[in-house]
């Protein structure tokens, strides 16, 4: 192999990661909702990868058009700002809603007492909550908010890609690109699938039935604030 392409593969990879792992958009959203929907982790780490390709898919396909028109760099890469913007905003649209939501649920949830006056005088007292009329979202919304999530992975660029792939693109060097983008998109996806999966083993840990009932709304609030992070920190 080609030094230059075995350094540049090398980069692609740390890159990947540390891109990734320092962008909590690539996995706290996946997180939260696993959580909260209470999916089972097989779904979560499915849902979390299949965002993932096309979180990759989308950059690769535009990386790739752009060089076949020869648009430089900085043209490209002006497009992936503006599918980052959307892709943020969007983030930033469902965790609200998804917390307005949340907090709905909450307080319909809330433990309050009854109490019963019998014919011969005795009088009990019960605490319930309504959790059993909506204890889910019911199976449209289940089905959607996923692909919510997919097609804003597929809007939101991965902004390292594009100049890794240009170096063996101006070499004509077909192999290499190949290599890089394959190098670069493993390392993103099974990324976010390891921190879903390390994220599933530490909740276990924690005593989370205190938070059971705002589990929905702080779901919404993790999107939410994964969408600020991008479109404000620059995360």
């Known amino acids: 192999m080609d030094t230059s392409i075995s350094i540049l593969a090398t980069t692609a990879a740390?890159?990947?990661?540390?891109?990734?792992?320092?962008?909590?958009?690539?996995?706290?959203?996946?997180?939260?909702?696993?959580?909260?929907r209470r999916w089972p982790l097989g779904r979560a780490l499915a849902i979390t990868a299949l965002c993932g390709v096309g979180h990759v898919l989308g950059s690769v396909v535009?990386?790739?058009?752009?060089?076949?028109?020869?648009?430089?760099?900085?043209?490209?890469?002006?497009?992936?700002?503006?599918?980052g913007n959307l892709a943020a905003?969007?983030?930033?649209?469902?965790?609200?809603?998804y917390m307005a939501w949340?907090?709905?649920r909450a307080w319909k949830n809330k433990v309050h007492t009854h109490a019963h006056v019998h014919a011969d005088g005795t009088v009990h007292t019960h605490s319930h909550?309504?959790?059993?009329?909506?204890?889910?979202l019911h199976t449209e919304r289940g089905t959607v908010t996923p692909w919510v999530l997919f097609i804003i992975f597929v809007l939101g660029p991965c902004e390292p890609l594009i100049p890794?792939?240009?170096?063996?693109?101006a070499r004509h060097d077909t192999t290499g690109l190949i290599l890089v983008t394959l190098i670069f998109s493993a390392v993103t996806?099974?990324?976010?699938?390891?921190?879903?999966?390390?994220?599933?083993?530490?909740?276990?840990?924690?005593?989370?039935?205190?938070?059971?009932?705002?589990?929905?709304?702080?779901?919404?609030?993790?999107?939410?604030?994964?969408?600020?992070?991008?479109?404000?920190?620059g995360l």
């Open 164 to 169: 890794i792939l240009m170096y063996p693109a």
């Open 62 to 83: 535009l990386g790739l058009l752009g060089i076949s028109l020869g648009l430089a760099v900085g043209r490209i890469e002006i497009i992936e700002g503006v599918r």
């Open 189 to 233: 996806i099974s990324t976010m699938v390891a921190m879903v999966w390390l994220a599933d083993r530490g909740f276990r840990l924690l005593p989370a039935a205190r938070m059971e009932r705002y589990t929905h709304a702080l779901a919404g609030f993790a999107i939410c604030a994964s969408g600020l992070a991008i479109q404000f920190l």
């Open 14 to 36: 740390s890159i990947g990661f540390l891109h990734t792992i320092t962008g909590p958009d690539h996995y706290l959203p996946f997180i939260a909702l696993g959580k909260a």
């Open 102 to 104: 949340g907090l709905r």
């Open 89 to 97: 905003w969007m983030l930033i649209a469902l965790g609200l809603v």
């Open 129 to 136: 909550t309504h959790h059993h009329d909506h204890g889910h």
